[in-house]
């Protein structure tokens, strides 16, 4: 299921940031929980068995938030500009791991945020031989401009939300999204703070049979 707005194309490290938290330790768990923005079930089913594990968390994680209301309330911010009325559900992705990395330490106490980041690209460098070619680019690029740690910084953000727009069959400035989120940052940040509890509660009481 598809929350409402969210886009057709597969933007740079969309959430990725709370798929990696969210994941078991396992290193091939953590990488096949991004995997299905990257390569098909296909691909995915061919890898050894902990990567589609990790998918299956990928699927509950995204079927969670696509049906829950706050969500979709976040998502409804941004029906008033034409231009982000269908890619609502990208950029309260994009927004969301953007409060998990301004909030980090309340999520992940003990771990700082470009310690963990650091982990999980160490972790893709040691297993991305495993990988087919499109996932190792892919991956490749959201160690060497450090995605994960990024989105703590609302200037990359911006920066990636014009990227992001670039590759859209129309493309438009995905920046202009921007003054919606700071003009109503308090709201969502009330939105995450109820969500993502309820999100990782989720995950955490799921078990992933391949």
């Known amino acids: 299921m598809e929350a409402p707005g969210r ?5 740079e490290g969309m959430n990725w940031l709370a798929h990696f938290l969210l994941s078991e ?9 991004v995997l299905p923005d990257i ?4 691909t995915i089913a061919a890898l ?7 998918a299956a968390c990928h699927h509950a994680i995204d079927d969670f938030t ?17 231009e982000l009325r269908h890619m609502g559900g990208v950029l309260t992705d994009m927004f969301y ?3 998990l990395a301004q909030n980090w330490a309340e999520y992940s106490p003990g771990v700082a945020l470009p310690d963990f980041a650091r982990r999980i690209y160490g972790d893709i460098e040691a ?3 495993e990988l087919p070619e499109t996932a190792r680019t892919r991956l490749r690029l959201m160690r060497e401009h450090d995605w994960l740690a990024s989105y703590h910084d609302a200037g990359k953000i911006r920066l990636a939300l014009q990227r992001m727009g670039v590759r859209l069959r129309r493309p438009v400035d995905l920046s202009i999204a921007m003054p919606v989120f700071e003009g109503a940052r308090a709201e969502f940040a009330k939105d995450f703070a109820v969500f993502f509890p309820q999100l990782a509660a989720h995950a955490a009481s799921l078990e992933f049979r391949i």
């Open 39 to 42: 390569v098909g079930p296909q």
């Open 66 to 82: 696509d049906s829950h209301p706050v969500v979709h309330r976040s998502i409804a911010r941004f029906a008033g500009v034409p």
């Open 48 to 54: 050894a068995p902990e990567y589609g594990r990790g």
């Open 127 to 129: 297993h991305e031989h």
């Open 7 to 11: 886009g057709s194309f597969e933007p």
């Open 25 to 33: 330790p396992s290193p091939r768990f953590r990488i096949g929980n």
């Open 97 to 99: 791991d953007h409060l």
